[in-house]
């Protein structure tokens, strides 16, 4: 299950800021997003500028439950007030920095995601290696924004 927390209740001090692109907007898309790492307890926090161009995919990839299965990482859901904002992850190795060893991802995770794809009509843009960590040997999904409907894959490039 995952839980809630308000982003005014993260201690943000005991953390290192690992990206920091909150303010980057390209091309008049916004693309805000930061992502600190606390090394006390091994989690990421990932949060949404309010008009990141991603936020609503997430959100409603949420609502559908398309992680379940797909996201063992996600502990989770980082809120100001009553909008999602952003995510908790447990941190894990990378299943492999080469975008291209897709023979490394299991068989059975993608029956699980195609089955998601079915279940949501969503799908995840961004299946590559180092998208994907491992949490006790089980590979979970990371930048989880990554999700769009399928009627939307033809706007993919409006999001650069």
């Known amino acids: 299950m995952v839980g809630k927390i308000q982003v005014n209740d993260i201690n943000f001090d005991n953390c290192v800021c690992i990206k920091d692109k909150y303010d980057r907007v390209v091309d008049g898309v916004n693309h805000g ?20 161009c991603r936020i609503n ?8 439950n398309f992680f379940e299965g ?57 299946l590559v290696p180092h998208n994907i960590i491992l949490i006790d040997g089980n590979p979970s999904l990371i930048d989880l924004e990554s999700v769009y409907d399928l009627e939307e894959y033809n706007t993919l490039p409006e999001h650069n």
């Open 33 to 52: 997003r930061a992502i600190y790492y606390d090394s006390d307890n091994e989690i990421y926090y990932k949060v949404f500028h309010p008009e990141y």
């Open 70 to 126: 797909l996201a063992p990482a996600l502990t989770d859901l980082i809120y100001d007030n009553n909008e999602i904002v952003g995510y908790v992850t447990k941190a894990g190795p990378l299943l492999s920095a080469n975008e291209f060893d897709n023979h490394l991802i299991p068989r059975d995770f993608f029956r699980i995601l195609k089955n998601r794809i079915k279940e949501c009509g969503m799908f995840f843009y961004d």
């Open 57 to 64: 995919n997430f959100r409603k990839a949420i609502d559908a």
